[in-house]
């Protein structure tokens, strides 16, 4: 629930110091700061207060992936010295029941009656810029101080032949399917794309995945991605990587899809399609001209290291940005937009540490600098690599898969960046990012008291890898000095 029908939108009066368009994670985020400070706030909201995130995309997502890791581990019962008489059967009604009873459950927190009772002025409907300082919603006209606009994206819709007749699924309706596909195409192998299609290879669909670039996972380091590539191979999904979709038609009651790579053209059926190629920015419908706020249809509204618009009065968060674009920024970004607002700071998004993960098993999670990232800008740096299976609670777990790799600054032991690979890389990873953000060296890491047996050793032991690598060569400095003396 995210409202009640009897829900009426409040009458604007003053001009408010802060009004927000979109109440997914960065509007919300930034619409209960800025009330906790005593801002009067409007927050307008067209569809569902909550967003991609909490309706169609991170909760959902999330819910599904952990009933898939259930089943998986159902069928691997043998390997934990455990059996499952008479077999898995997925119920999987009840699979999708229990996401939504989780996305209303989470809901419920950001409803539009507790928003209220925090001062935040909630309107449903959409928004519409009139000029640099107001916005129509339906009849009324809100004016502001300073706006924020945070409306996120739409999935990307490509051009692919016979797609759109065919008819295909996105993440807006996939969490709404009652029945599971029994075979389906996945069309593209990003964050999104990986995660539906391992999950719904575990949840029972012959899964075939297609990815038009070489690796998954574009933008993660190749040996991540390799891993990935052969943990989603494991679970049984027929991979197609370089590969495009060149055209769908419908034959009875099939979907058939071209695969194109180089050498082969191969057709597969199937009797759902899901398409999982990126985003677009929401910027249409909202007469950003009016207010003076420059945007790209495919990139987004550019804005500076403050979150600032093109217009000073106007800042943008999230995934309609067109830099950081990055999914879990949109909360640091809905804190510095209330901080630059409406107290005169200068937070900049570019200094904060932010990790990220892709929830797949295993997962694979990174924050700060790529190896090759940190050789483009010419910056010196040494990795200090822990495979899972070297680490005692990953070998009880059974979870071996992966590893810990520390980006350390060569001469200056800084963590520069980190890569973990492993069942709960998204969990691990944390502990790498409080070290940076609060600036602790590899000592602090290596020293640090763990509880035994916890996979988060892995850590301890890459930073003692640095610590041990540092002895050694400052024993072979003083041999040398010694040996000169001689
Ligand atoms: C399947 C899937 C799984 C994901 N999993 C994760 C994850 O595990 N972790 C993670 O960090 N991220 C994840 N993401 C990404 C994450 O959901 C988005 O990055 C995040 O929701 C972006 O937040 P936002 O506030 O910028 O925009 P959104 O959440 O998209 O919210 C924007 C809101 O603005 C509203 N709006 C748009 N135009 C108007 C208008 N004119 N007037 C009024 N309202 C308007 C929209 O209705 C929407 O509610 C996932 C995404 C998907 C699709």
Not at 102 to 108: D, N, T, V, Y
Not at 286 to 310: H, K, M, Q
Not at 316 to 336: L, M, Q, W, Y
Request: hydrophobic share 40%; charged share 25%.
């Amino acid at each position: 629930m995210t409202t009640s029908p009897s829900w009426r939108n409040p009458d604007p009066r003053r001009p408010y110091p802060l009004l927000i368009v979109g109440a997914g994670p960065a509007g919300l985020l930034a619409a209960k700061v800025a009330a906790r400070h005593g801002a009067r706030v409007a927050l307008i909201e067209r569809n569902l207060l909550g967003g991609t995130c909490l309706n169609k995309g991170c909760i959902p997502s999330k819910a599904l992936i952990r009933t898939s890791r259930l089943y998986r581990e159902m069928r691997d019962a043998e390997h934990f010295g455990g059996s499952v008489p008479g077999g898995i059967a997925v119920d999987f009604a009840a699979v999708m029941q229990r996401v939504q009873r989780i996305r209303a459950r989470l809901g419920e927190a950001d409803s539009a009656e507790r928003l209220a009772a925090m001062g935040i002025d909630v309107y449903f409907g959409a928004a519409r810029f009139a000029g640099p300082d107001s916005v129509t919603v339906g009849a009324k006209v809100l004016h502001f101080k300073r706006a924020l606009v945070a409306t996120g994206a739409l999935p990307v819709r490509p051009p692919i032949p016979g797609l759109a007749e065919a008819g295909y699924l996105t993440y807006e309706n996939v969490f709404d399917l009652t029945e599971c596909p029994k075979r389906l195409l996945v069309i593209g192998g990003g964050p999104v794309g990986c995660e539906l299609a391992q999950a719904f290879a575990r949840l029972g669909s012959r899964v075939t995945l297609v990815q038009d670039e070489p690796m998954f996972l574009g933008h993660e380091e190749r040996d991540a991605a390799q891993l990935l590539s052969d943990a989603l191979a494991r679970d049984g999904i027929e991979i197609h990587l370089d590969t495009q979709t060149s055209q769908v038609r419908v034959e009875g009651n099939d979907k058939v899809a071209d695969l194109i790579n180089e050498d082969t053209k191969r057709t597969v059926a199937v009797d759902q399609i899901l398409v999982g190629v990126g985003t677009a920015p929401n910027v249409d419908g909202l007469e950003l001209e009016a207010a003076g706020v420059e945007y790209d249809r495919v990139l987004g509204i550019p804005v500076d290291d403050f979150l600032r618009t093109s217009n000073p009065r106007i800042f943008a968060a999230g995934d309609v940005c067109t830099e950081n674009k990055f999914p879990h920024i949109e909360s640091a970004a809905g804190r510095i937009v209330v901080a630059n607002a409406l107290f005169f700071g200068r937070q900049r998004l570019s200094e904060e540490t932010v990790p990220w993960c892709t929830f797949t098993d295993p997962e694979i999670a990174h924050v700060g600098i790529y190896v090759t990232e940190a050789r483009r800008k010419g910056v010196p740096v040494k990795t200090f690599t822990v495979l899972m299976h070297e680490v005692d609670r990953a070998i009880a777990d059974g979870e071996e898969e992966g590893f810990v790799k520390l980006h350390v600054g060569e001469g200056t032991g800084k963590i520069l960046g980190a890569t973990v690979v492993a069942s709960h890389a998204g969990d691990l990873i944390n502990e790498i990012a409080l070290a940076m953000s609060a600036g602790l060296d590899l000592h602090a890491l290596a020293r640090a008291n763990q509880p035994y047996p916890t996979q988060s050793q892995a850590i301890k032991m890459a930073a003692g890898a640095w610590v041990g690598s540092r002895r050694k060569s400052l024993r072979s400095w003083l041999s040398t000095k010694w040996l000169s003396r001689k």
